[in-house]
Every structure is written in structure tokens, then in C-alpha cells.
């Protein structure tokens, strides 16, 4: 049977690891204290993929960016997807051949969507994760791209139907309102998604503490969640919390 | 061929950076082979994909590696493990993008998953692998690894058909007969399962 995923994602910006909440950032550390203090190897022997986003406001560096990506993933047996400011195949190319088994899109998926094709011809589908961060606004919700600077569009099912038609892998949805307030995840999202959607799917932002993840884990519909809060989990609190849900016999993955 | 070593066939067809991390952690040397020829200088050969069948069967036929795989494996007795589309260049064909043939070490098909069945495509996280007897799982009490695919083997019941793994249906994700192994899961990225199974290919193969 296919287990379900917990995944870890990393905000980067300019040399430093992230808390991000409603999207304003936080500087937490840099490589060396993600790896040295915050033990981060040790974390990632309990998830079941890595996500690293460059969330740079502006200027991205990506050589630098890569550079992290290198150090940290050299000793991650997982898989790696990689994210942030991606507009052009030749950048998506430089990811996949620094360490990325996917790619994350977002902003590229709304405003220039042959990319997605363009990437998927080459790297296939599967290796694109298609990335909307969303925010309710009164009783709507509506869709923001540039690192949520800018707001794209009101989400209903068709424009659910639209985007799930571009030729990607799978469909991760972020709750901007949610993001980084460990008030758990926002499920209202999920009634836009059509009843037939086919593409696997990933829920992120709200994640604050082990209930969250076993809610997110046990619903029917939701493949993977992500925790992206560097101090909900910080030492063994997400080891343990994958024990425990083992133990209560989430369907998760086990290893040696 | 004197010492053991690994030749990873370099054919431009995806990610093998997460492959050489873990043959690093592993101490195994490797060297990226891309001329068709070298590859008898090693004992161990490992044919990565990730992609589209078909483009990966075209490249490794236009640059003459089917022919030198099929002289080092059959021939030579050189150890092969195909990876993902690795291992499905190993069946007879594949209905992927049009269609193409495979190397032919083993006479199944590889199809598209069924959707029908009610599951999301692609197949994408970790997943069971149920195993007998195997030289690849020796010492390996937990079998879950990463998979990311929608194409598959049928299953045929052939004795090589080392390893099944259900997704609301069966299909073959490990082969083993003599001196060939494939595994449609990506051991280099699942966990320390990975890793020790890539061990048991450089050690006990």
C-alpha cells in the first residue's frame, strides 16, 4: 500500500534559514547552525522528502542558494525538490543538475504556463510540483504569486480545473493565512478541488504540532503534508512524532 | 577487469546526483561512463532514468550502449542494476510516449498504470515492497522505498519477479535473475532502506 508523506520544507533567503509567518520572514540561522545546531540530518532521517524554497524578495542569488542546497542534501537520502524564482528552463535545468529529483513552481504556473511544458518535455511531469499559495479574503479565496505580493485570481472550481490541467506531477496547497501560525492547516480550501482530480496532493501552512499532521495524514483526499516552522519541531520533535503515529499505525513509511 | 568498481551509465537522462551522493556515503567508487565501450572495465553497472522510456531507449541505442549493455551483462557476466526507467529498459517494450522497445532481458511489457481502479497517477512516496527470496533484501527487515513513476511491469509470474508492490493493483518492482537486478523505486532516495540495498548490489551481487 502507498504510505502517505511527511514532508520538511526550508525557506532560504540570502544565506539564511526562515521562520515565515503570513509570509514575513524571520531570519533563523544560517547553514552551519541548520546543520550543527539545529541538527538537521538527524531530522531529516525522519521525513519522507525535503522541499527548499529561495524565498528572496528580490536580487535571488542562485549560485549562493545552490550552494546551501549542496551542503545540506549531500547527506539526505530523500527526495529533494527545489523552488523560487524559476522562469526559465535553463534555471529549472541548473536545479535538476544541483541536486533536484523535482522542481517547485508557483509563480510560473499562472503567468507563463508553457514553462510547465517546456520542463515536463524534458524532465517529465512527475518532477514538477505545482505550487498555489492561497488566501481567503472575506468568504473568498483567492490565488497569489510572487512570493504572495501579488494576487492573480478568485478560486473557483473551474479555475481549479484549469490549473490541474497543466501538465505537472502534483498539486501543493499553502495556506498564506495559515502560514507559520501553527493554527493548523485550512481545509475550506479543499471544496474548490474538483471531485475527479487524478494529480496527487500535498497540504502546507498552519502545521503547529503533531495533532495537525495525523488530522492532515488521516484525510482521505491529502497524499502529504509539510511542515515548514523550524521551532514547532525543533530536536526530536518530529522523530517523535513519527513514532507515535507508527505506533498508532498512520501509514507511513518505516526504515531501518 | 581487475578490481570491483561501477561504471553509472551517463546517457543525459535525469537526476543522478542523489545516485553518486549515495554511493559516496556508501564508499563506493564510481566513474560517469558515456562512452558505450568502457564499460567492460567495470564489475558493477548501474543504468539510472528518469523520464520518458522511449527517449531513454532511443538515446542509449543511438549511442551504442544497448548493444555494449547487452555484450557486458550476457556475455561478461558484468553485475547491471537498472533504476526506475533503468529497470524498465529491461523489458521487452514499453507503451510510453508512442512506444518503443526495451533491452529485452526479460520478456514482460511495461504499461501505464490503471487508473480505473481509483488511484492518482503519478504513483509518487513510499510504498511496499513484498519480497521472497533476494540477495538485494538481505538484511533488510523494512521494505518500504521511494517511488515516482506511472508506467510499471506487468507482472508474468517469472521466478526473476523478485519483488511485487501493490497500488490497487500488482505490478513487478524488482527484478533479480543471475547477474541483472532492476528496482522501479529509487533506492538512493529512500532512507536507509536505499542505501542498504544499494550496499547488498556492490557487496553480495
Not at chain 2, 14 to 25: F, M, T
Not at chain 2, 67 to 76: D, N, Q, T
Request: aromatic residues 10%; glycine residues 8%.
Amino acid at each position: 500500500m502507498l504510505k502517505k508523506r511527511i514532508i520538511f520544507t526550508l525557506h532560504y533567503d540570502k544565506g539564511f534559514f526562515n521562520l515565515s509567518r503570513n509570509f514575513r520572514l524571520q531570519k533563523i540561522g544560517d547553514l552551519n547552525w541548520l546543520l550543527k545546531n539545529y541538527n538537521f540530518l538527524k531530522i531529516a532521517e525522519s521525513i519522507d522528502e525535503l522541499i527548499i524554497i529561495d524565498v528572496s524578495r528580490d536580487n535571488r542569488e542562485h549560485d549562493k542558494f545552490l550552494e546551501n542546497v549542496s551542503e545540506i542534501t549531500k547527506n539526505i537520502f530523500v527526495p529533494v525538490c527545489l523552488g523560487g524564482g524559476i522562469r526559465t528552463l535553463e534555471y529549472a535545468k541548473k536545479l535538476f543538475e544541483s541536486g533536484a529529483d523535482k522542481i517547485n513552481l508557483n509563480t510560473s504556473l499562472f503567468h507563463d504556463p508553457s514553462l510547465v511544458d517546456e520542463i515536463s518535455k524534458t524532465y517529465g511531469a512527475q518532477a514538477i510540483i505545482g505550487h498555489i499559495d492561497f488566501r481567503k479574503k472575506e468568504n473568498d479565496y483567492h490565488v497569489y504569486t510572487n512570493n504572495g505580493a501579488k494576487e492573480f485570481s478568485k478560486i473557483d472550481t473551474a479555475f481549479m480545473e484549469k490549473i490541474l490541467e497543466l501538465n505537472f506531477g502534483e498539486l501543493l496547497l499553502h495556506s498564506m493565512d495559515k502560514d507559520g501560525t501553527g493554527m493548523n492547516f485550512d481545509y475550506e480550501i479543499m471544496k474548490f478541488l474538483p471531485q475527479n482530480n487524478k494529480k496527487p496532493l500535498i497540504f502546507s501552512g498552519g502545521a503547529g504540532n503533531y495533532h495537525h499532521l495525523k488530522e492532515g495524514l488521516a484525510h482521505k483526499d491529502i497524499d502529504a503534508v509539510s511542515t515548514a516552522n523550524l521551532l514547532n519541531f525543533v530536536g526530536d520533535g518530529l522523530i517523535n512524532a513519527r513514532k507515535v503515529m507508527l505506533d498508532e499505525k498512520y501509514p507511513l513509511a518505516k526504515w531501518e | 577487469m581487475t578490481t570491483s568498481s561501477t561504471a553509472i551509465i551517463d546517457y543525459k537522462m535525469g537526476n543522478i546526483w542523489s545516485l553518486k551522493n549515495a554511493l559516496d556515503n556508501l564508499k563506493i567508487k564510481y566513474q560517469l561512463v558515456s562512452d558505450p565501450e568502457k564499460i567492460n572495465d567495470f564489475s558493477h553497472i548501474i543504468l539510472p532514468g528518469v523520464g520518458s522510456a522511449r527517449e531513454a531507449y532511443n538515446r542509449l541505442e543511438k549511442s551504442g550502449f544497448v548493444e555494449s549493455i547487452k555484450e557486458a551483462v550476457l556475455h561478461k557476466e558484468r553485475k547491471i542494476l537498472g533504476i526506475c526507467v533503468g529497470m524498465q529498459l529491461m523489458g521487452a517494450s514499453t507503451e510510453e510516449d508512442g512506444g518503443s522497445k526495451g533491452i529485452g532481458f526479460f520478456k514482460n511489457k511495461v504499461v501505464k498504470l490503471k487508473e480505473n481502479v481509483g488511484i492518482k497517477l503519478p504513483h509518487v512516496g513510499f510504498n511496499n515492497v513484498q519480497t521472497n527470496e533476494s540477495v538485494l533484501f538481505d538484511g533488510l527487515k523494512q521494505k518500504d522505498f521511494y517511488f515516482v513513476h506511472s508506467y510499471a511491469m506487468e507482472c508474468t509470474n517469472g521466478d526473476y519477479e523478485a519483488g511485487i508492490t501493490d497500488y490497487k493493483q500488482k505490478f513487478v518492482s524488482v527484478v533479480e535473475r543471475e547477474n541483472i537486478f532492476g528496482t522501479q523505486f529509487h533506492p538512493e532516495i529512500s532512507q536507509k532502506n536505499g542505501l542498504i540495498l544499494l550496499d547488498n548490489f556492490f557487496k553480495k551481487c
